[in-house]
């Protein structure tokens, strides 16, 4: 990583978070394409909800429409992105609210960790929150001696198995309902060892296990949606009514969010209430959508607190066509149609962002060199871009960054060698010689010799045809 | 530099020159202003598994007997009295504890508006709906519309809506897709909706 320069934008910096894996995607794709179950599971899950969202979308007439308007305001958002933050502050200020910035994820740990300990709390409940798993928050707060509680069933069905989250929506995506009744006979306290693997059983288990825990804790950690920066309102999109609990019960709020959630008018949630639980989860609205703005004297938190967090995000504003991966809501509609990620599941991505989205999201936030495998980790078929409902154009953000990360000196030399030969015509006619001759010699199917191997261990090269172009236009 | 001057800073050398003004958004989307459509509204709740009620005011009290008859349920303080039967124990929330709500059976609310297109009601916080609080804990909610506060799109309601009050949108009962993305109803909120929709042309 480059040294970061005071007031200069910055990538996230190594040594915590989740934002890099242990080993390229290559080798951690290999390891999970193996596991039959994972893409039973997988397969199963992305088809239930490609087929719901496709029939909720239909109904809309003006679909393309929201698109492109929820497009333009991120992409305003993006150009005044500063002023509508200190617009945001202002709001949540006036509002009662207490507004902290975070350069990095070591600023941003320790200001939610101080926060907590000022409470005298040793324990908090979190909504599923993107940021905070980005930033390894419950690493921090356990550091400190504070549990974090995941109330959201799937980040509970992963934090009791011990377990990473694989998809942005559905952590647990990769689980089906046996091994989720298997993780909580074996890790939920008090659990009934009846229990079934029935959903509703399995939802209803998480109810009973949670209820005391909400009653009694009171600080939340939450992320956001959305902001706005004209009134101070923050939302909260969520299913079971966890995050109603935790936003509503405590005595104090901690809201971390990354910098790109603002939104600048409160109209402009027309626009994404409609986009963000289509393309997510295939509800024509999501069960339960949370709005707050500062204090409201006798009613929920009286406490409330908003970390607004960079941790790479100026790095991915300073590359002008990088920039739109920050127009994303977090819905993973693209992870869902993506064929990679349906067979490979979100862990093989090492990052907390997987499949398309975390594939330009990732490197950008890191610097490309620490994710340098993730841009190749897509066959640039583009069901993406078209299932991208603020139409992030993923595809060309992925050879974009392929274009920036490292590449090995053979393949340079070979481009050029390449680029030489084609500008002279007879060294030209000469190589195309030598490929029907290497077709005699029978080569195919058995790539090419070291260093260039890498190239073709995952392709097949051409056939050489038994004659060019040229020789036929010659002999014609 | 704190760390507000460092972000800041940094986002501006990111950003480049700023525009000299908001950028116009196309917003040739379904604006709002369209009619609503009581039919299509009762279509979407039902289609989330909640239960919807068509009568008139004067039989609300035989509805939330029906549903809580025997029961005991928390009420916000400017509920409507006439909407509660003798059968209920009612208890008026005037700053209960989270126990004292959790323990009982139910709730009944007016509402701020309601969305037909998606099925959704929205709660603000008025004194006929009360604090988030007591809609969330008890596992029966009954949710008193009038035909008048139905709209008909998203933008219709965030038109209406006024975001400095707390803003409770509800659509359904308390749901997850947590496991294998299949909808399954009743995790944390009320498990039970049941949304009561008065006719055009009736009194507050």
């Known amino acids: 990583m480059s040294r970061t320069f005071l007031g200069m934008p910055a990538t996230a910096p190594r040594g915590v978070g989740h934002l890099r894996g242990d080993e390229p995607f290559p080798a951690a794709a290999r390891r999970a394409l193996a596991d039959p179950q994972l893409r039973r599971n997988l397969g199963h899950a992305t088809t239930t909800i490609r087929a719901k969202s496709g029939a909720v979308i239909a109904e809309l007439p003006d679909w393309q429409q929201l698109r492109a308007a929820g497009s333009a305001i991120k992409a305003d958002v993006l150009a005044r992105l500063p002023e509508l933050l200190e617009q945001l502050e202002l709001a949540v200020t006036a509002a009662g609210g207490t507004v902290h910035w975070a350069a990095d994820a070591v600023e941003a740990n320790r200001i939610v960790t101080e926060l907590v300990a000022a409470t005298g709390s040793d324990r908090v409940i979190k909504v599923k929150s993107m940021a905070t798993q980005e930033i390894g928050l419950n690493e921090a707060l356990e550091a400190a001696g504070i549990t974090s509680v995941e109330t959201d069933l799937a980040e509970l069905i992963v934090q009791l198995g011990d377990d990473r989250p694989s998809h942005i929506l559905v952590p647990a995506i990769h689980r089906n309902r046996a091994e989720i009744r298997e993780i909580f006979l074996r890790a939920m306290p008090g659990v009934d060892p009846a229990l079934t693997d029935d959903p509703a059983a399995l939802a209803a288990a998480a109810r009973r296990y949670l209820r005391e825990t909400f009653l009694s ?27 109603r609990m935790c936003l509503t019960l405590p005595e104090t709020l901690i809201t971390v969010m990354g910098v790109e959630k603002v939104v600048p008018t409160w109209q402009d949630l027309e626009v994404f209430l409609q986009l963000l639980p289509r393309a997510s989860t295939g509800e024509r609205m999501n069960p339960y959508t949370s709005m707050w703005t500062g204090v409201t004297p006798g009613d929920g938190p009286q406490a409330v607190h908003l970390v607004l967090l960079d941790n790479g995000r100026s790095a991915v504003l300073a590359d002008e066509v990088g920039r739109q991966a920050l127009h994303c809501i977090r819905c993973s509609a693209c992870l869902n149609v993506c064929p990679v990620y349906e067979r490979t599941g979100g862990h093989a991505y090492g990052s907390v962002y997987p499949g398309p989205i975390g594939a330009v999201l990732s490197p950008q936030l890191t610097g490309v060199a620490d994710n340098a495998s993730l841009p190749y980790a897509s066959t640039l078929c583009g069901a993406c871009y078209d299932a991208c409902p603020v139409k992030i154009n993923i595809p060309e953000l992925l050879v974009h960054l392929r274009d920036r990360a490292p590449h090995p000196r053979a393949e340079a030399a070979a481009m050029a060698a390449a680029a030489y030969v084609m500008d002279h015509p007879a060294l030209y006619t000469a190589a195309q010689r030598a490929a029907r001759l290497s077709r005699l010699a029978g080569r195919r199917g058995r790539g090419l010799p070291p260093p260039l191997s890498g190239w073709t261990a995952s392709r097949d090269l051409p056939e050489p045809p038994p004659r060019t172009f040229r020789q036929w236009w010659a002999q014609r | 530099m704190s760390q507000r ?4 800073a940094r986002l501006r050398a990111a950003r480049g020159a700023a525009p ?81 709500i959790a323990a009982l059976d139910g709730v009944v609310t007016a509402a701020a508006l309601a969305v037909a297109e998606t099925g959704t009601i929205v709660l603000d916080g008025a004194p006929d709906q009360g604090r988030r609080v007591i809609t969330l804990l008890p596992d029966v909610h009954v949710c008193v519309l009038r035909a ?28 997850t897709s947590d496991i294998e993305l299949n909808r399954v109803e009743g995790v944390h909120g009320p498990r039970n909706l049941h949304v009561v929709l008065l006719p055009p042309g009736t009194a507050r």
């Open chain 1, 217 to 243: 804790t009171p600080v939340a950690v939450s992320g956001a949606n959305f902001a706005v920066a004209e009134t101070g309102t923050l939302a909260v999109v969520e299913s079971e009514g966890n995050g």
């Open chain 2, 148 to 175: 008048e506060q139905v709209v008909a799109g998203l933008p219709d309601a965030v038109a209406r809506l006024d975001p400095r009050r707390p803003l409770t949108w509800i659509s359904g009962p308390s749901a």
């Open chain 2, 5 to 8: 001057e460092e972000v800041l």
């Open chain 2, 20 to 100: 000299a003004a908001p950028a116009a958004v196309p917003r040739d989307y379904r604006r709002a202003g369209a009619e609503a459509d009581l039919d299509l509204l009762v279509h979407r709740l039902t289609d989330y598994r909640a239960t919807v009620h068509r009568c008139t005011d004067d039989a609300v009290a035989e509805v939330v007997d029906a549903v809580l008859g025997g029961r005991r349920i928390v009420v916000p303080p400017g509920l409507p009295r006439r909407w509660l039967p003798a059968t209920v124990t009612a208890v008026t929330d005037d700053a209960l504890g989270t126990d004292q």
